[in-house]
């Protein structure tokens, strides 16, 4: 369950609270984008300087939160990389 805040930029989630603009981590510490949103068990993504983009990713994915990251976990999602569906 994800808990909104009324100012858009920060959401309380099972696995720690993730803000706007914190880096999101492959397990091998590489980032794959920057949170800019988030809407029910979604996180979405800006592209990296790199220019490697990702859409989202689902909550289900994320193995923890510190203060500047959220680090996925190893072990795979199938939904991973999948753009949204309207």
């Not at 859409?55 to 680090?71: K, R």
């Amino acid at each position: 369950m994800t808990e909104q805040r009324s100012d858009e930029t920060a959401w309380t989630t099972v696995a720690g609270t993730i803000r706007k603009g914190m880096r999101v981590l492959n397990p091998d510490g590489s980032c794959i984008g920057i949170v800019s949103g988030m809407k029910g068990e979604e996180i979405f993504l800006d592209g990296t300087p790199d220019d490697q983009e990702h859409d989202f990713i689902v909550i289900t994915q994320v193995d923890g939160v510190d203060e500047t990251s959220v680090l996925l976990s190893g072990r795979g999602d199938a939904t991973f990389g999948l753009g949204g569906t309207p």
